[in-house]
């Protein structure tokens, strides 16, 4: 199995059509389906349901698309660290962040205008980990308190979470929320990895908060849908409200509840283990936030 067939492969299943993989990869659509097929007679079963031109992926197809993703973005890391080792420079600045969303993308993209060469690989769901290591990370945006206390953070911002409702629903006439409202609704919430869900989920734990009947989510896209489409009703954290409001058939409530606000921390790799750009780029994020940089950072 060669590496340019896992790449064939991973465009065909986003297209999902044969010639526009084949454009998109600049190759003709023959030589595409040929090293398709040569990857499903070494696998030994199809890999998609043909309808058509129309490609989907099938059991095998989705399990193998894990696997190669995985494969093609250790590969990916493999040749970024041999770049590294001929030149001496490394682009990369890996972030991993809870939450943080508009302003984490404002403070990159005003970066990447100074320095257009900057690489960065951004990692939304640390949440989801177990054992976070700020050794994975140049920067790291996380909550304060719980797994993360051994990290020597600044902080950053308080995130607050409102409550997405459709607008035709009752609750869509409320000035604030009040979670006892809340008793006997659908809710929907996003999860992190296999276990972990997100935050207002263990405070709604903590209030013995009865629901209708609790959905889950792995994507903010999905959650939005699924509260667009009337089946829930679902908490937003504030940095991520206008992706909701985006979609002029959500209302986005307050929760003037303070339990449903928390403190968010940022912290950098220590000096040594830093490259130059990222410790570039940890200065401009200081003085970006309005930070002080006085004190040892984690």
Same mark, same amino acid.
């Given at each position: 199995?060669q ?11 986003q ?33 998609f ?9 099938n ?30 420079t ?33 990692s939304?769901?640390?949440?989801g ?25 600044? *902080?950053? %911002?308080?995130?607050?979470y409102?409550?997405a409702? *459709? ?16 008793e006997?609704?659908?809710?929907v ?9 997100? %935050? *207002? ?8 908060q ?33 992706? %909701? ?43 970006y ?10």
């Open positions: 199995m590496m340019s067939q896992l790449r064939y492969f991973a465009a065909i299943a297209l999902e059509n044969m010639s526009q993989a084949a454009e998109l990869l600049h190759m003709s659509q023959s030589s595409l389906s040929k090293n398709l097929a040569r990857l499903e007679a070494e696998v030994g079963m199809p890999l349901e043909r309808n058509g031109r129309k490609l989907k992926l059991a095998a197809g989705t399990r193998l698309l894990e696997y190669s993703s995985m494969t093609l973005r250790e590969l990916e890391y493999a040749l970024a660290d041999m770049r590294l080792l001929s030149t001496g490394d682009a990369r600045i890996k972030i991993g962040a809870a939450g943080a969303g508009a302003r984490l993308t404002a403070c990159v993209a005003a970066f990447h205008q100074e320095h257009p060469e900057a690489e960065f690989d951004i939304g769901g640390i949440e980990l177990e054992h976070p290591d700020i050794n994975d990370f140049d920067m790291l945006i996380y909550p304060a308190g719980s797994k993360y206390r051994k990290f020597n953070g600044f *902080p950053l %911002y308080e995130e607050r409102l409550l409702v *459709p607008g035709t629903h009752p609750l869509a006439r409320c000035a604030a929320l009040q979670v006892k409202a809340l006997g609704e659908q809710v919430f996003l999860r992190e990895g296999r276990s972990f869900v997100e %935050y *207002p989920f263990q405070i709604c734990g903590a209030l013995a009865r629901f209708g009947g609790t959905c889950y989510a792995d994507s903010r896209d999905l959650h939005r849908q699924m509260i667009a489409s009337g089946v829930c009703v679902g908490f937003v954290p504030e940095d991520s409200a206008a992706f %909701y409001r985006a979609d002029r058939s959500l209302r986005l409530i307050p929760i003037p509840d303070h339990r449903f606000t928390r403190q968010m921390m940022v912290c950098f790799r220590r000096e040594k283990h830093l490259s130059s750009l990222a410790r570039t780029f940890r200065d401009f994020a200081m003085a936030f309005g930070l002080s940089v006085s004190s040892e950072r984690q």
